[in-house]
């Protein structure tokens, strides 16, 4: 059975846009960026996203320009980084234009990811990330119990 029968196209487009509006303020956003940019790369693969060209990046990476591609998904407008022929194949566009608007999307991140991770084939690592043992700039652990005491071995009677 082929991926194409199993999620709409447009089921795609609102989960990515999900995903990428909650990368940009994630804490940690590699995960989500990772994803997007796989889904996105398998759209393309298939013929059912389409690149529009090249834009200049409206966040310079250490003050360096840098160009991002606009690719087209449904009705949504998305930013991947582009590869060397994208280069030599694309019209450069430029700066953003603000007219590659999204329509708004209403749908949970959680929900955005099962759509994706159904997609793009991905399985979690079953392996949870260790839990940070609580510490504080202001806690001193106690080191009762953890001495000798008194402190030498000799005993004075």
Not at 40 to 47: D, F
């Given at each position: 059975m082929s991926q194409e029968n199993?999620?709409?196209?447009s089921d795609l487009a609102k989960a990515i846009y999900t995903?990428?509006?909650?990368a940009k303020t994630a804490p940690e956003p590699g995960h989500l960026y990772y994803?997007?940019?796989?889904?996105?790369?398998?759209?393309?693969?298939?013929?059912?996203?389409?690149?529009?060209?090249?834009h200049?990046?409206?966040?310079?990476?250490?003050?360096?320009?840098h160009s991002t591609l606009l690719v087209k998904v449904d009705q949504y407008y998305f930013h991947i980084p582009p590869?060397?022929?994208?280069?030599?194949?694309?019209?450069?566009?430029?700066?953003?234009?603000?007219?590659?608007r999204n329509p708004q999307t209403k749908m949970s991140l959680s929900q955005a990811k099962r759509i994706?991770?159904?997609?793009?084939?991905?399985?979690?690592?079953?392996?949870?990330?260790?839990?940070k043992e609580y510490s504080s700039a202001y806690f001193t652990?106690?080191?009762?119990g953890k001495m000798e005491w008194p402190p030498t071995k000799k005993t004075y009677r």
């Open positions: 199993e999620v709409p196209l995903i990428n509006r909650h994803i997007k940019k796989e889904s996105i790369k398998r759209l393309l693969q298939e013929k059912r996203a389409e690149k529009i060209g090249l200049f990046s409206e966040h310079p990476r250490f003050s360096n320009q590869a060397k022929e994208d280069f030599k194949e694309l019209e450069h566009l430029g700066t953003l234009d603000q007219n590659y994706i991770y159904q997609y793009i084939n991905w399985k979690p690592n079953k392996k949870r990330p260790k839990q652990p106690s080191s009762l």
